[in-house]
T-cell receptor, first 115, second 109 residues
């Protein structure tokens, strides 16, 4: 079975802390994505990556950075957490696109609360 | 910005009835996908329909796509309690997959 694993299901952090959200996939997928999901706003794309050491900004990259040192691992970093970053964070991966987008495989999500 | 918008936002039906959800989008697409999300979990891919296809079936799911109207519909036939979930359409915009806000489906016993 294909698997996308997010390191923490629930996290509670304090304002100003540096937060790392880790995501690992075992499908040898080139593409990886980070979304956040908020009530009434749906899923919004934060960052994505098509290859190792490569990253692209999504629709809401402000306040976030990412790291992709290995193909299977894509990390989301909150340099200085703020309360408005309290959210559900979803990682996903997919095979390369050839003009016809493939399906995304999602992790179970990481619910972050910033106090 | 949102590419796809689902309608209705919420839907409650009796078990055994059919459920229909709609998705409208703004710009041309290569394909459209539907996903399901159980409460507090990740999303699960249901079905993908390409822009040159008009209808696709998978088990109790039927998806239609009308590119002239920029809309799609997801029909779940003979609904079950386990179908209670949120359903999202997703479209490709340039090289990104963009999701709508979802339809919350509740199946009543």
């Amino acid at each position: 079975d294909v698997k996308v694993t997010q390191s923490s299901r629930y996290l509670v952090k304090r304002t100003g802390e540096k937060v790392f959200l880790e995501c690992v996939q075992d499908m040898d997928h080139e593409n990886m994505f980070w979304y956040r999901q908020d009530p009434g706003l749906g899923l919004r794309l934060i960052y994505f990556s098509y290859d190792v050491k490569m990253k692209e900004k999504g629709d809401i990259p402000e306040g976030y950075s990412v790291s992709r040192e290995k193909k299977e691992r894509f990390s989301l970093i909150l340099e200085s957490a703020s309360t408005n970053q309290t959210s559900m964070y979803l990682c996903a991966s997919s095979t390369p696109w050839t003009g016809h987008t493939g399906e995304l495989f999602f992790g179970e999500g990481s619910r972050l609360t910033v106090l | 910005s949102q590419q796809g918008e689902e309608d209705p936002q919420a839907l409650s039906i009796q078990e055994g009835e059919n459920a229909t959800m709609n998705c409208s989008y703004k710009t041309s697409i290569n394909n459209l996908q539907w996903y399901r999300q159980n409460s507090g979990r990740g999303l699960v891919h249901l079905i993908l329909i390409r822009s040159n296809e008009r209808e696709k079936h998978s088990g109790r799911l039927r998806v239609t796509l009308d590119t002239s109207k920029k809309s799609s519909s997801l029909l779940i036939t003979a609904s079950r309690a386990a179908d209670t979930a949120s359903y999202f359409c997703a479209t490709d915009r340039y090289d990104k997959i963009i999701f709508g806000k979802g339809t919350r489906l509740h199946i009543l016993p």
